[in-house]
C-alpha cells in the first residue's frame, strides 16, 4: 500500500547531482532505500526526530538527509553520483523500531519509488 510520494529522480552522468523529495513525513523514523535490478532492497539512510541521521557506508559523504517538518517533506541530496548508486529508490516510514533494526519490514509505509540513473 503507498502512502508516501517521492519525485525527483531521473538520469545524471556521474559526478552529477540529484535531489529526491518524499511526503507526507509524518512518520516517527523516515528513511531512504534502494533497489537495483537482480538484487535486494538496500537501506540508505534514515532519521528521526532528536537523533543524528546515519547513512551507509557506500552513502556517506555523499549523500544527505534531510527534513522540512513545515512542509511536511523529506529529501535526500545526492552528490557525486558514481554508476553503482543507479537504482529504485524509496522513501519509507516507520516507529522508532524502524531506526534502530533499519529492516524494510519494520518499515511500514512506503512510496512507489523514483528511478535514478547514473550513467558513466
Known amino acids: 500500500q503507498v502512502q508516501l510520494v517521492e519525485s525527483g529522480g531521473g538520469s545524471v552522468q556521474a559526478g552529477g547531482s540529484l535531489r529526491l523529495s518524499c511526503g507526507p513525513s509524518?512518520?516517527?523514523?523516515m528513511g531512504w532505500f534502494r533497489q537495483a535490478p537482480g538484487k535486494e532492497r538496500e537501506w540508505v539512510t534514515s532519521?528521526?526526530?532528536?537523533?543524528?541521521?546515519i547513512y551507509a557506508g557506500s552513502v556517506k559523504g555523499r549523500f544527505t538527509i534531510s527534513q522540512d517538518n513545515a512542509k511536511n517533506s523529506l529529501y535526500l541530496q545526492m552528490t557525486s553520483l558514481k554508476p553503482e548508486d543507479t537504482a529504485m529508490y524509496y522513501c519509507?516510514?516507520?516507529?522508532?523500531?524502524?531506526?534502530?533494526?533499519?529492516?524494510?519490514?519494520?518499515?511500514?509505509?512506503w512510496g512507489q519509488g523514483t528511478q535514478v540513473t547514473v550513467s558513466s
Open positions: 519509507a516510514g516507520g516507529g522508532s523500531v524502524a531506526c534502530f533494526s533499519l529492516r524494510p519490514t519494520d518499515f511500514h509505509y
Open positions: 532519521i528521526q526526530e532528536g537523533e543524528q541521521p
Open positions: 509524518r512518520y516517527t523514523c
